[in-house]
């Protein structure tokens, strides 16, 4: 009989740590709830963060593009300074010559 006891004693012992079935249930269904929210919370972030690295990556190439054309018309008035100084001199008496003809 003194098994018996032990064993009756052992099964009251876990139904008293046992939190209830439907505790538990609750808990996880809640669990379940907090993870789905999470999840597309994660989606969310994903999906900016993704249009944050495209408007990003897009800028940086129109930057470039920009700086690319500035430095080509920097470079082509400096190669062709010469010459822009030289019809800006002429145009002078040009349009000095015009003028005098009518």
């Known amino acids: 009989m003194s098994e018996i006891k032990?064993?009756?004693?052992?099964e009251i012992k876990n139904e008293k740590n046992d939190p209830k079935p439907d505790l538990l249930s609750d808990l996880k269904a809640e669990?379940?709830?907090?993870?789905k929210r999470s999840e597309e919370?994660?989606?969310?972030?994903l999906k900016e963060?993704?249009?944050i690295k495209r408007y990003y990556f897009f800028r940086s190439i129109f930057n470039t593009v920009r700086t690319i054309i500035i430095v080509f018309a920097v470079i082509?008035?400096?190669?062709s300074w010469n010459d822009i100084v030289g019809f800006f001199s002429d145009f002078g008496g040009n349009v000095q010559n015009i003028i005098s003809r009518l």
């Open 49 to 51: 963060l993704k249009f």
């Open 41 to 45: 919370n994660n989606l969310a972030i």
């Open 76 to 79: 082509l008035g400096i190669a």
């Open 6 to 10: 032990g064993d009756e004693n052992l």
């Open 31 to 35: 669990f379940g709830q907090y993870l």
